[in-house]
T-cell receptor, first 123, second 111 residues
């Protein structure tokens, strides 16, 4: 399958600082990238969806000013946690997807490929 | 959005087939069923997906009932490395085509 990387793999920061996490699709062009967070022993929770060159769509309850998402190219999306606090400590995972164009302009959206995750600890 | 329900946990003996069920009774006609697994502290790994026909690849087989209200993921010969949380997902087919993750099944393969 396709390869998606994340950087950094883990980060520890002080409360009040901002942290940027990068998500890259290494061998394909990702028209859409997704950001999830996962608390210990829980499932993945979708935070937002970003399409290249346009504003991200946030899920209900996710603060867009708190979690800034940029998808400037077809291979890179970034998530910035602004003014991080201890409750923002979590495992952040990105995924990338593309679509195939069919006849009559139809689109088939391919499966999402996930990055390895970034563990954020806010002290 | 269609929801999925899965058993919380299952055990399977090494070398035996692992059958993981998933209920998705509210699935729409054009929604796909996807299966992923997540090994501890890693990102989810794609396994297989299907619409209405049974599917097989090098990792697993997917059996979807005729009414599409449930499916079963089959790992034909489970190994210790298959110990993971397995997620059954129904993919939204409009808008952002996002995934909604359920709680998953924690599969433990026993030696």
């Amino acid at each position: 399958g396709a390869v998606v990387s994340q950087h950094p793999s883990w980060v520890i920061c002080k409360s009040g600082t901002s942290v940027k996490i990068e998500c890259r699709s290494l061998d394909f062009q990702a028209t859409t990238m997704f950001w999830y967070r996962q608390f210990p022993k829980q499932s993945l929770m979708l935070m937002a969806t970003s399409n290249e060159g346009s504003k991200a769509t946030y899920e209900q309850g996710v603060e867009k000013d708190k979690f800034l998402i940029n998808h400037a190219s077809l291979t890179l999306s970034t998530l910035t946690v602004t003014s991080a606090h201890p409750e923002d400590s979590s495992f952040y995972i990105c995924s990338a997807s593309s679509f195939s164009s069919g006849t009559s302009g139809s689109r088939t959206y391919n499966e999402q490929f996930f990055g390895p995750g970034t563990r954020l600890t806010v002290l | 959005d269609a929801k999925t329900t899965q058993p919380t946990s299952m055990d399977c003996a090494e070398g035996r087939a692992a059958n993981l069920p998933c209920n998705h009774s509210t699935i729409s006609g054009n929604e796909y069923v996807y299966w992923y697994r997540q090994i501890h502290s890693q990102g989810p790994q794609y396994i297989i997906h299907g619409l209405k026909n049974n599917e097989t690849n090098e990792m697993a087989s997917l059996i979807i009932t005729e009414d599409r209200k449930s499916s079963t993921l089959i790992l034909p010969h489970a190994t210790l490395r298959d110990t993971a949380v397995y997620y059954c997902i129904v993919r939204v087919v409009s808008g952002t085509y996002k995934y909604i993750f359920g709680t998953g099944t924690r599969l433990k393969v026993l030696a």
